[in-house]
């Protein structure tokens, strides 16, 4: 039986905390950006957590 391989995509996109929480990078963050107001690139421009509804999908994708 052949190995089971983690979605390559996701391994680039998504970080495992220490806690074992997935953290994220914020999207609207690659053009567009003169219109949005100095405190509206501020809260982009740092990760969050995945949404506790995608955790399971992605952890799978993941093979964690």
């Not at 390559?8 to 990078?25: A, D, E, F, H, Q």
């Not at 914020?26 to 740092?46: C, E, I, N, V, Y």
Request: hydrophobic share 30%; charged share 35%; glycine share 6%.
């Amino acid at each position: 039986m052949s190995k089971v391989k983690s979605h390559s995509g996701i391994k680039k996109r998504i970080k495992v905390t220490g806690s074992g929480k997935l953290k994220r990078r914020r999207t609207g963050t690659q053009h567009l950006l003169r219109k949005k107001s100095k405190k509206a690139k501020l809260k982009l421009s740092h990760p969050t957590l995945v949404a506790k509804v995608d955790v399971p999908r992605l952890k799978k994708l993941m093979n964690i």
